[in-house]
């Protein structure tokens, strides 16, 4: 069985065990963090352990581990050059008693596990629009998912894979990925805020769409906008960029993933190659 780390130690998955009184398992008291791994390398690093320190202001907890310690653990994780994802998650910790007013000098709880990736779907995914119930700082990687957990069983229950989630007539993001549409020839997604999470593969797409002359907007998205779109893309740490082919039960575009998108996919895949072959920086 795999090594986890958890609070300094080494040990196989079945052997980790995190106390009832932990503010994780209490009240969803921490946040988390997914890096990909390309060629036993992890992915843009720096960019999540970044957005793993915003979320961790955001709760009002200073970083655990620094940035060398982190990637010591990682390291030693790491288990061969195939595709993987590192899963870290850290929470207030253990406190005495159950009680919502956060401790004074409680220390942290800080868990990490890697897993292997599943090779994403080439041929489109179905998808469904749903009220965004969230709450107001989604920008915040939180371990506080029941909202995301209900609106994605939603858009399984109706034959879908992800939900892409609708506030005061704006889409915002997938219930677990950040949204993409191709609009006049233009690549479009929402812009940072308290209402999206700011994903790193969302930030890399616009990179490279960028590079290689794609246009691209940061703006708002209107419902029917989403609905007219030529083509709609979700994108995740695990899943890269998927192109979405049926929304609501309707074609998107010929209910085939559309010309941009395999353009996309083609240099994405490309970007990630050199990861492995490393000829590019991750």
């Known amino acids: 069985m795999a090594l986890v780390y958890l609070n300094g130690e080494y040990l196989p998955l079945d052997q980790a065990k ?4 932990d503010r994780g398992f209490l009240f969803g008291d921490g946040v988390y963090e997914v890096i990909p791994v390309y060629g036993g390398r992890p992915f843009r690093l720096e960019e999540h352990l970044r957005r ?23 390291e030693r994780l790491i288990d061969g050059p195939g595709d993987q994802y590192i899963y870290l998650q850290v929470t207030r910790g253990v406190a005495d008693k159950r009680d919502h007013a956060i401790p004074a000098r409680i220390r942290p709880t800080v868990f990490a596990m890697v897993s292997p990736i599943a090779p994403i779907p080439l041929d489109g995914i179905k998808a469904v629009t ?28 109706r034959g879908a894979a992800e939900a892409i989630l609708v ?20 690549v479009v997604t929402p812009p940072k805020g308290h209402d999206i999470l700011p994903g790193i593969t969302r930030d890399l797409v616009l990179e ?37 082919t049926e929304l609501d039960g309707a074609k998107v575009g010929d209910g085939q993933p559309g010309p941009v998108w395999r353009r996309i996919q083609e240099i994405y895949q490309a970007y990630k190659q050199g990861l492995r072959e490393g000829t590019r920086s991750a």
């Open 18 to 21: 995190v106390p009832v009184l």
């Open 208 to 244: 490279l769409a960028r590079q290689h002359g794609l246009a691209t907007q940061e703006r708002r998205i209107r419902l029917e906008e989403l609905k007219a779109a030529a083509e709609i893309w979700l994108t995740s740490s695990t899943r890269e960029v998927l192109a979405v």
């Open 52 to 74: 793993l320190g915003q979320s961790l202001a955001g709760i009002r907890m200073a970083q655990p581990l620094s940035d060398g310690e982190w990637a010591a653990i990682f």
């Open 130 to 157: 749903l009220d965004d119930i969230r709450w107001q700082c989604c920008h915040i990687k939180a371990t506080t998912l029941l909202a995301n957990v209900l609106l994605r069983q939603d858009a399984v229950d």
């Open 167 to 186: 506030r005061d007539g704006f889409a915002t993001e997938g219930a677990a990925s950040n949204l993409f549409i191709v609009q006049d020839g233009s």
